[in-house]
């Protein structure tokens, strides 16, 4: 089992950036990658980007997409998300998951999330 704990989110105004981070422990070795959602009130949770563990290679949303970069440190079973130019509508509980062999997000685990809020 791989437990995740998330950092960084907070209050921001809009036009702003925040940093987030997510630390992977347990059984890490030969995780497949890992993914940043979030769930705003009253909507489903979405996948924001996801990173392949091994060579890095990413994905986005559109609607994140040249505002948000994903990057990690693997050697510190870390991920980032880098957010900028952030809008009220970023407002959500962001989550990080740990993909074991694809992105089969059903058979992730998932850190507590974080509260990240934008004020306009």
């Known amino acids: 089992q791989v437990q995740l704990v998330e950092s960084g989110g907070g209050l921001v105004q809009a036009g702003g950036s925040l940093r987030l981070s997510c630390t992977a422990s347990?059984?890490?070795?030969?995780?497949?990658?890992m993914g940043w959602f979030r769930e705003a009130p009253g909507k489903e949770r979405e996948l924001v980007g996801r990173?392949?563990?091994?060579?890095?290679?990413?994905y986005y949303a559109d609607s994140v997409k040249g505002r948000f970069t994903i990057s990690r440190e693997n050697n510190k079973n870390t991920v980032f998300l880098q957010m900028n130019s952030l809008q009220p509508e970023a407002t959500a509980v962001y989550y990080c998951?740990?993909?074991?062999?694809?992105?089969?997000?059903?058979?992730?685990?998932w850190g507590q999330g974080t509260q990240v809020t934008v004020s306009s």
């Open positions: 347990g059984r890490t070795f030969g995780m497949y990658g």
């Open positions: 990173i392949r563990w091994s060579e890095g290679s990413t």
């Open positions: 998951a740990a993909a074991k062999r694809s992105w089969d997000w059903r058979l992730a685990s």
